[in-house]
T-cell receptor
Framework: GDSVTQTEGLVTLTEGLPVMLNCTYQ???????LFWYVHYLNESPRLLLK?????KRTEHQGFHATLHKSSSSFHLQKSSAQLSDSALYYC???????????FGTGTRLQVSP | GPKVLQIPSHQIIDMGQMVTLNCDPV?????FYWYKQILGQQMEFLVN????????KSKLFKDQFSVERPDGSYFTLKIQPTALEDSAVYFC???????????FGAGTRLSVL
């Protein structure tokens, strides 16, 4: 079945350093949709990014990700971490012909001064 | 943006009792989901619901669980009877169509004593 792998459970960074959170997936669909959701403490999880076409970068709020079908990846990046980026980040997968949305195990990002 | 409302935000009940968690999804959304998050762990898929039917459910969706959305009102998750391991935060989500963004509620924290 479909699956999403986020290898890091916790990423700790100093403010100003670059962010990269890994996400790889497995799916039977040739055109999957990949998402990054961010979950701040005591708030609702919300969409951060949604994939575009293969090898095309999508950006929002300083974060960016590129869907690479060749490597089944959709890594999340940011050039400079901010304290306010501290949150739980989920990578998720959905297909055009399925109702299910599969989430990865999540990566907690902790940014310190 | 679109809001998913969950009522109540916190529910405390005794083991063996019945509980109903309510979700008011975004008005034009057609696909509905419940996710479970045990404290300190990742969000896990329970069930998704479309056109009055359960489309898919996970192993976490035990026989004691049921969902419904009578007459387009609240989308509910009922647990009867509850067990200690049901203590978690339950997130409701909805979306317009396959492949589109999921919108989450703020969650209901269920404490089974």
């Amino acid at each position: 079945g479909d699956s999403v792998t986020q290898t890091e459970g916790l990423v700790t960074l100093t403010e100003g350093l670059p962010v990269m959170l890994n996400c790889t997936y497995q799916t039977i669909y040739s055109n999957p949709f990949l998402f990054w959701y961010v979950h701040y403490l005591n708030e609702s999880p919300r969409l951060l990014l949604k994939s575009s076409t293969d090898n095309k970068r999508t950006e929002h709020q300083g974060f960016h990700a590129t869907l690479h079908k060749s490597s089944s990846s959709f890594h999340l990046q940011k050039s400079s971490a901010q304290l306010s980026d501290s949150a739980l980040y989920y990578c998720a997968l959905s297909g055009p012909n399925t109702d299910k949305v599969v989430f990865g195990t999540g990566t907690r990002l902790q940014v310190s001064p | 943006g679109p809001k998913v409302l969950q009522i109540p935000s916190h529910q405390i009940i005794d083991m063996g009792q019945m509980v109903t968690l309510n979700c008011d999804p975004v008005s034009n959304h057609l696909y509905f989901y419940w996710y479970k998050q045990i404290l300190g762990q990742q969000m896990e898929f329970l069930v998704n619901f479309y056109n009055g039917k359960v489309m898919e459910k996970s192993k976490l969706f035990k026989d004691q669980f049921s969902v419904e959305r009578p007459d387009g009102s609240y989308f509910t998750l009922k647990i009867q009877p509850t067990a200690l391991e049901d203590s978690a935060v339950y997130f409701c989500a909805s979306r317009t169509d396959r492949g589109n963004t999921l919108y989450f509620g703020a969650g209901t924290r269920l404490s089974v004593l």
